[in-house]
């Protein structure tokens, strides 16, 4: 268990360029979240994979957010034409989730911090 | 709209004190609190968690105080250490027969400090 890991740390950009995260979930974990975390908040929902297929998304994920998990393992988070309010971090969470009593544990990634000017 | 809020927005403690971070919700179809630990630079890390059959739950130095008729939940920190200084979040989910992905609702966090 290598835990999860993103890449890249971080990312500065300018407004109208597109970007490109990666996550690489634990081994075997058959869900996967992405969040977003501004300054001073919480982390907030984006959207989720259960194995390859992309189940939900919230509202912040507007049209220009895609985000894929091909073959069930890692998975990519795009943003084109980017926008100030784009700044902030994009943390990956993944799940070995088995449907119990108690749910699973999500194990967050140390994020991918997006600044752009 | 905010559905899970926390308080205080920061705290500080000397060494050996105790914490207490507080929390609640509105949405009933919640049933599952965790608390998450985050470091500056790291991703957030879960701490303890608990469900709403039972009122407490406690894990070394940590407890969860859970209140269901008031729809509020607390963390306390026994005997707290510098190393405890960190931004706590709760957060919040419900089970997929709600049309949920289990997915977390955090709330806004609190930097703690714990002096020496």
């Known amino acids: 268990d290598t835990g999860v890991s993103q890449n890249p740390r971080h990312k500065i950009t300018k407004r109208g360029q597109n970007v490109t995260f990666r996550c690489d979930p634990i081994?075997?974990?058959?869900?996967l979240y992405w969040y977003r975390q501004t300054l001073g908040q919480g982390p907030e929902f984006l959207t989720y994979f259960q194995n390859e297929a992309q189940l939900e998304k919230s509202r912040l994920l507007s049209d220009r957010f895609s985000a894929e998990r091909p073959k069930g393992s890692f998975s990519t988070l795009e943003i084109q034409r980017t926008e100030q309010g784009d700044s902030a971090m994009y943390l990956c969470a993944s799940v070995r989730e088995r449907g119990g009593f108690f749910p699973e544990t999500q194990y967050f990634g140390p994020g991918t911090r997006l600044l752009v000017l | 709209q905010q559905q899970v809020k926390q308080s205080p927005q920061s705290l500080i403690v000397q060494k050996g004190g105790i914490p207490i971070i507080n929390c609640a919700y509105e949405?009933?179809?919640?049933?599952?609190f965790p608390w998450y630990q985050q470091f500056p630079g790291k991703g957030p890390a879960l701490l303890i968690a608990i469900r709403p059959d039972v009122s407490e739950k406690k894990e070394g130095r940590f407890t969860i105080s859970f209140n269901k008729s008031a729809k509020q939940f607390s963390l306390h920190i026994m005997d707290s250490q510098p190393g405890d200084s960190a931004t706590y979040f709760c957060a919040a989910s419900m089970g997929e027969g709600s049309g949920s992905a289990r997915q977390l609702t955090f709330g806004s966090g609190t930097q703690l400090t714990v002096l020496p």
């Open positions: 081994s075997e974990h058959n869900r």
């Open positions: 949405n009933t179809a919640f049933d599952y």
